[in-house]
């Protein structure tokens, strides 16, 4: 990505405040890998080889099945490609089977249950050992890509209703983010993802995966009477530095009936930078000085019609939450709060499984639906939330919140 003449390039360092739930094992886009039938081999390529070895036009195009018609144009120069590889794995008859298949399968669209792109994703998982020693743990390209879209969305739609966006760009914004029919908001919304490449992370500094962390959990309230569910998770990274490289198209343009803008206006680091903000710094304020939450919950009345009560209840406790969570969070914030305002570098985010990172949240403040179906357990008013965390040894039962890092946009 970052010697493609086409992408504007940045480069992000992400820095833990809270262990971040990253992954260990990833299922690929197919796109993203060429096999060498012969030998048994699978190449990982890197993403600038993807676009730079791509007709352009398949990336304007719609289909459902884009992925694995990238992935066709790529598998002919197998040859060529496989020398650029950054890791190569053996694979299996069975994976190789499945591969084939699918491929054929693609060459008859008519044919009954050929998998689309989502369900492939599902087939096809990578061997653990191909991020090993280069890329494992890591916190994938899309989760990242996911979060700050969340940001961009509240950020937008603010600057929308105050008039600050230019005029010609009005109808187009909120479409980007679904805030209208989904049937309007398709295709800017696949304009603005080719727009902005994001890659999946990789260390810059010596890494730990913090072993006293262990259970996590959906937790009902901050009441020691009460269960904290909890799984065990290993992959939970908690030391050292990550980047993540990003990519936005130099000559994007979003084209609607009605007119077009340049994404590059709305895709920069300043617009990154406020927008994160904007979204994620008055979540980690509440949550160290408590607050409240809005919930609608949902309830079918005796005709099957659906009801609406509104439950405002303390989402936050701050004095349940670990000392050096406090700590680190507090001085974060000061680093945000204290950046050149002209020249911006300081971002907060959430990450990872269990985050909560795209719940819907504006000025702080989480609107969170909560559907019951015939035969549910009954919510219990005052204690349902969504809140998830970790627990410390040696903090006295206190609880840590998972996902939160600090960015540096170099």
């Known amino acids: 990505m970052e010697s493609n003449p086409l992408y504007h390039h940045l480069k992000v360092h992400i820095e833990p405040i809270s262990p971040i739930h990253i992954g260990t094992n990833t299922t690929y886009e197919p796109h993203q890998f060429v096999i060498d039938a012969k030998r048994k081999k699978l190449y990982y390529l890197p993403e600038r080889e993807v676009v730079e070895n791509v007709s352009p036009f398949l990336f304007n195009s719609s289909d459902s099945y884009l992925p694995w018609r990238i992935h066709r144009e790529l598998q002919r120069k197998v040859d060529q490609l496989k020398s650029k590889a950054q890791i190569e794995v053996e694979i299996?008859?069975?994976?190789?089977?499945?591969?084939?298949?699918?491929?054929?399968?693609?060459?008859?669209?008519?044919?009954?249950?050929?998998?689309?792109?989502?369900?492939?994703?599902?087939?096809?998982?990578?061997?653990?050992?191909?991020?090993?020693?280069?890329?494992?743990?890591?916190?994938?390209?899309?989760?990242?890509?996911?979060?700050?879209?969340?940001?961009?969305?509240?950020?937008?739609?603010?600057?929308?209703?105050?008039?600050?966006?230019?005029?010609?760009?009005?109808?187009?914004?909120?479409?980007?983010?679904?805030?209208?029919?989904?049937?309007?908001?398709?295709?800017?919304?696949?304009?603005?993802?080719?727009?902005?490449?994001?890659?999946?992370?990789?260390?810059?500094?010596?890494?730990?995966?913090?072993?006293?962390?262990?259970?996590?959990?959906?937790?009902?309230?901050?009441?020691?009477?009460?269960?904290?569910?909890?799984?065990?998770?290993?992959?939970?990274?908690?030391?050292?530095?990550?980047?993540i490289h990003l990519g936005i198209k130099k000559k994007g343009v979003c084209r609607k009936e009605g007119g077009e803008f340049l994404l590059h206006q709305f895709l920069n680091q300043k617009e990154f930078i406020h927008a994160l903000n904007s979204h994620y710094l008055p979540i980690l304020k509440q949550m160290l000085e408590g607050g409240e939450v809005e919930v609608i919950f949902y309830r079918k009345n005796q005709n099957g019609r659906e009801e609406e009560e509104v439950w405002i209840y303390d989402d936050y406790?701050?004095?349940?939450?670990?000392?050096?969570?406090?700590?680190?969070?507090?001085?974060?914030?000061?680093?945000?709060?204290?950046?050149?305002?002209?020249?911006?570098?300081?971002?907060?985010?959430?990450?990872?499984?269990?985050?909560?990172?795209?719940?819907?949240?504006?000025?702080?403040?989480?609107?969170?639906?909560?559907?019951?179906?015939?035969?549910?357990?009954?919510?219990?008013?005052?204690?349902?939330?969504?809140?998830?965390?970790?627990k410390v040894e040696g903090e006295n039962e206190k609880i840590t919140p998972l996902g939160w890092a600090f960015l540096t946009f170099k």
């Open 92 to 243: 299996d008859d069975s994976f190789l089977k499945e591969y084939k298949k699918t491929l054929k399968n693609l060459t008859n669209p008519s044919r009954r249950n050929t998998p689309v792109s989502w369900k492939i994703n599902q087939i096809y998982r990578i061997p653990r050992k191909l991020r090993k020693g280069i890329l494992t743990p890591y916190i994938p390209g899309s989760s990242f890509k996911g979060a700050l879209f969340t940001a961009l969305g509240e950020y937008w739609s603010k600057k929308i209703e105050k008039g600050e966006i230019p005029e010609r760009a009005i109808k187009e914004l909120p479409s980007l983010f679904h805030l209208t029919p989904p049937k309007e908001s398709a295709s800017p919304s696949d304009q603005i993802n080719k727009c902005l490449l994001v890659g999946d992370s990789i260390f810059l500094k010596k890494y730990q995966i913090e072993a006293k962390i262990g259970l996590v959990g959906s937790f009902h309230r901050f009441d020691e009477s009460t269960k904290f569910n909890h799984k065990v998770y290993r992959e939970l990274w908690s030391g050292g530095k990550m980047v």
């Open 317 to 390: 406790t701050p004095d349940k939450l670990t000392d050096e969570f406090k700590r680190r969070a507090k001085k974060f914030i000061e680093k945000i709060e204290n950046d050149d305002s002209k020249a911006p570098k300081y971002a907060l985010i959430r990450l990872g499984h269990h985050s909560h990172a795209r719940a819907v949240t504006i000025e702080g403040k989480r609107r969170i639906k909560v559907k019951h179906f015939d035969g549910a357990k009954e919510p219990i008013l005052n204690q349902e939330t969504t809140f998830a965390g970790v």
